[in-house]
C-alpha cells in the first residue's frame, strides 16, 4: 500500500475540503480501512489498516475535510509506503529525512523536540510516540511517528 502526502490536496483518496459522505464513500470503496470510530456529525473519522497497524484520522471543520493524520504502522514486516515529496516519510530515518526535505528547498521548523513542520505545505512530521518503534542506541525513535496533512497551520 502507497499513501502519497499531497501537500495543500490531501493524501491519497482523501481530499482536503471534501465532505463526510465523500470521505466515507472513499474509505467504503478503497476497502483498505477499518473504520474504528465516527459520530453521525464527525469532528474526525479513525480508521486502521488492521494488517499493518497504520491508523488514519480524518478531521472535519464545519463538514469538510481540513485534515488528514496518519500514525506509523507497528508491524515492521508491513508493505506501507507513505510518501512525500518521492520520500518515505515513515522508513527513512528522521534525520535524513529532515535533511533530504532541507536540499528539496522545503523549510523546516521546529517547533517543539520531536515535532517538525514543513510551513508552505501545511505538512507536520512527528516521532514522538510511545508505542515501541526502532529506536537508536541513545534511546530516540528513529522514523518519523506521526504526519499531520492540513488546509491550514
Known amino acids: 500500500m502507497e499513501l502519497e502526502l499531497l501537500p495543500h490536496v490531501g493524501v491519497a483518496r482523501f481530499r482536503l475540503g471534501m465532505s463526510v459522505e465523500e470521505a466515507r464513500d472513499a474509505v467504503r470503496d478503497w476497502g483498505l480501512f477499518r473504520t474504528v470510530s465516527s459520530d453521525p456529525v464527525p469532528g474526525q473519522i479513525q480508521l486502521s489498516n488492521d494488517e499493518s497497524g497504520l491508523g488514519v484520522v480524518l478531521g472535519f471543520t464545519s463538514g469538510a475535510l481540513s485534515g488528514v493524520e496518519l500514525w506509523r504502522f507497528t508491524n515492521e514486516d508491513a508493505d506501507v509506503r507513505v510518501v512525500l515529496d518521492g520520500l ?11 535533511e533530504q526535505l532541507a536540499e528539496r528547498g522545503h523549510t523546516i521548523e521546529e ?4 515535532f517538525d513542520g514543513l510551513p508552505e505545505l501545511k505538512v507536520i512530521l512527528a516521532n514522538e510516540s510511545s508505542y515501541e518503534y526502532p529506536m537508536d542506541e ?3 525513535l528513529i522514523y518519523y511517528d506521526y504526519v499531520l496533512v492540513a488546509n491550514r497551520m
Open 138 to 140: 541513545e534511546g530516540y
Open 111 to 114: 517547533n517543539d523536540p520531536g
Open 88 to 98: 518515505d516519510a515513515f522508513r527513512t530515518p528522521s534525520e535524513d529525512l529532515f
